[in-house]
């Protein structure tokens, strides 16, 4: 079992940057691979990032791709997505997730955190 909780999310600029943070419970962190998602509202639940659990490997869509950076602490049981240049349309709130596979699929993650609204002004 693994508890996730999401700070750092809040209201910026066009243009500036947000750092958000996910801290997770339990002694098994670095057994799970981890991502970001994000929802707008009216609008389906989509990837961000995604990190492997053993060599940090990445993965983005798209859309945040040499914007944002996903990275993960396995001491402190914490996993990052630093948002760089955001864009109105990154508007949403954003959910970290842990699962035993790495994917881009949101279903296949287990646990989730209960998010933290990101919006950005333009």
């Known amino acids: 079992q693994v508890q996730l909780v999401e700070t750092g999310g809040g209201l910026v600029q066009a243009g500036g940057s947000l750092r958000l943070s996910c801290a997770a419970s339990?002694?098994?962190?670095?057994?799970?691979?981890m991502g970001w998602f994000r929802q707008a509202p009216g609008k389906e639940r989509e990837l961000v990032a995604v990190?492997?659990?053993?060599?940090?490997?990445?993965y983005y869509a798209a859309s945040v791709k040499g914007r944002f950076t996903i990275s993960r602490d396995n001491a402190k049981n914490t996993v990052y997505l630093q948002m760089n240049s955001l864009k109105p349309e990154d508007t949403a709130v954003y959910h970290c997730a842990a699962g035993s596979l790495l994917t881009t699929v949101a279903a296949d993650y287990s646990y989730w955190g209960q998010g933290t609204q990101v919006l950005v002004s333009s």
């Open positions: 339990g002694r098994t962190f670095s057994t799970y691979a």
């Open positions: 990190v492997r659990r053993s060599d940090g490997w990445t």
